[in-house]
Structure formats: C-alpha cells, structure tokens
C-alpha cells in the first residue's frame, strides 16, 4: 500500500469519471500534498460542490460534505468559523465555482478566510452534458455553443487575485508533481488560496473541439503551460493560447476567522 493510500477510501474505488478524465489526477495530487504536509485526517475537512470534480469527496478519508450546487465556500466558511483549527480544503469545478458558486467565490477571496480551493478547470459542464461554462474559452464549442462560445471567458486567478486571495497557483494534470507542491503552498498559506489545476476531459469538450483523445489534450498542455518566470519575458506577440504556471500571487494579509475572533472577544467583553 501506498503511503498516501491512507487518504483514499479504498472501498469505494474505482471512481465513476470517464476514461481519460483527468480529474483522478488532481485528487491524487491533493492527497499527495496531504501526505507531503502530513495532514491529521481527523483535522481535515474537504468540501465539495456538485459537478463531476465534486465527486472527489467521495473517494476521499477525510470528514467530507457533498454539498449544494455553487455553495461549497460558504459550507467551508462555516466550517472554518467554527473550528478555526482544521484544516479546509475545497474541491470545486470551473461552473460550480465561477458560475453557480461565483457570488461565493468572489467573497471568499476578499474575506481571505483560510480555505484552500482546488479549481479543477476542464473548461466545460462535463456531468451535465457539456455545456459552456465561464471558463470556456471564446470560440471553443459546447452544446450549448455549437457554433463556438462568444462568451469572453472569466481568468479565475486574476479574478481571485482582485478580490483579495493571499495564494494564487496555477498547475495542469500532466504538470502532476509541480501541482502536488503548489496545493500543499496553497494549504499551508494563512488565508484564501486558489488552485487552478487544468484538466482534459476528452468526452465533452476535447472531442467536440477536435483537441483528440486524453494524451492529445496532455500534449496541448505540455505545449501551452509555461512556468510564470519564463511567461512573462514573452512578447505579447509570442503568447498565443500559452498560459502561465507555478505561483502566479502571493502576499500576506489578515486572515477573516482570526479576525472575527477578535470581534467575538470584544462582544463577549462589552466592548
């Protein structure tokens, strides 16, 4: 057995995600920075909202809620003001988070409560029948964009980014070891951080945008990811469809449920 096993309920694998599918990925990188930080389980909590990443939940050893569509920041919120203690790890999806749950989103990030939420952003609605989502890039198609979306698509970071997140990561399924770190920074930072991890889903959206099968869409990110450092000393001309990895922002700033602990000690004082 895999030391990081432990974090898995075992009984319960295999997962429901279609062949391909990048998402087993992600949530084997979540329970490797766990097992890098040595997470206590019974200090853990993970929540998720609805939406094929969200079924990752399930297969995790940790107290877990399955929660409501769009809402699995304000059930962590909760948590967090509650027990200040645990640990609260978010797993959510491009439309669960930025659609649906974007209002929650946007919240999170200016309260800047300790939450670390793993974004996993296949660029469509897969469980629901390949929809568009705010993440899909304009022109690509979905079933509901069969002609390509004119919809400018959100960039959840610099969303985050302007609504006060203190950790902001961007990494890719075939970027796995590089990501496993940058959740584990995510999870060790003092305050609200997003993990972007980008993920193919060959079914609903890389077959209909012609992108081939799974290794065809790990060869585009292995083709379109570029390290931070080395993004920015490119032209504006040489960007193209390329996006940056790594640690995209960072910065230190008051963490909201210690915060409102000093708001509840001065109540409890009648000040």
Same mark, same amino acid.
């Given at each position: ?8 309920? @075992? ?6 995600? $279609?062949?391909?599918? /990048?998402? #087993? ?15 206590? &389980?019974?200090?853990? *909590? ?5 939406? $094929? ?6 297969? @995790? ?8 569509? /769009? ?6 919120? !909760? ?10 790890? *978010?797993?959510?999806?491009? %439309?669960?988070?930025?659609?649906? #749950? ?24 897969? @469980? ?19 002609? /390509?979306?004119?919809?400018? +698509? ?9 609504? %006060? +997140?203190?950790?902001?990561?961007? %990494? ?18 003092? !305050?609200?951080?997003? *993990?972007?991890?980008?993920? &193919? $889903? ?9 992108? %081939?099968?799974?290794? /065809? @869409? ?44 000093? *708001? ?8």
């Amino acid at each position: 057995m895999r030391s990081y096993e432990k974090y898995f309920r @075992m009984n319960r694998l295999p997962h429901i995600w $279609c062949p391909g599918c /990048g998402n #087993g990925i992600i949530m084997k990188s979540i329970a490797k920075a766990a097992e890098q930080l040595g997470l206590d &389980q019974d200090n853990t *909590v993970i929540v998720s909202g609805i939406g $094929c990443s969200s079924r990752a939940s399930g297969y @995790m050893n940790f107290d877990t809620l399955h929660t409501a569509h /769009g809402r699995a920041i304000p059930f962590a919120t !909760g948590i967090k003001l509650a027990n200040p203690k645990l640990k609260v790890i *978010v797993i959510t999806g491009d %439309g669960d988070c930025t659609a649906i #749950g974007g209002n929650h989103f946007i919240h999170g990030a200016r309260r800047n409560i300790d939450l670390t939420v793993v974004l996993f952003n296949n660029n469509i609605y897969g @469980m629901t029948g390949g929809q568009a989502s705010p993440l899909t890039p304009t022109g690509k198609k979905a079933t509901t964009a069969p002609f /390509g979306s004119v919809d400018t +698509a959100f960039d959840p970071c610099k969303l985050a980014k302007a609504a %006060g +997140a203190s950790y902001i990561a961007r %990494g890719t399924a075939f970027h796995a070891k590089p990501l496993v770190d940058l959740i584990a920074q995510g999870i060790s930072n003092n !305050g609200f951080s997003l *993990v972007e991890a980008i993920t &193919q $889903c060959p079914i609903s959206y890389g077959r209909r945008n012609k992108m %081939g099968d799974a290794a /065809g @869409m790990l060869k585009w990110m292995s083709e379109s990811a570029v390290p931070l450092t080395a993004y920015e000393k490119l032209a504006e001309d040489q960007k193209g469809d390329k996006f940056p990895i790594g640690i995209l922002y960072q910065k230190t700033a008051p963490e909201y449920s210690a915060e409102y602990a000093k *708001v509840i000690k001065l109540a409890q004082e009648g000040k």
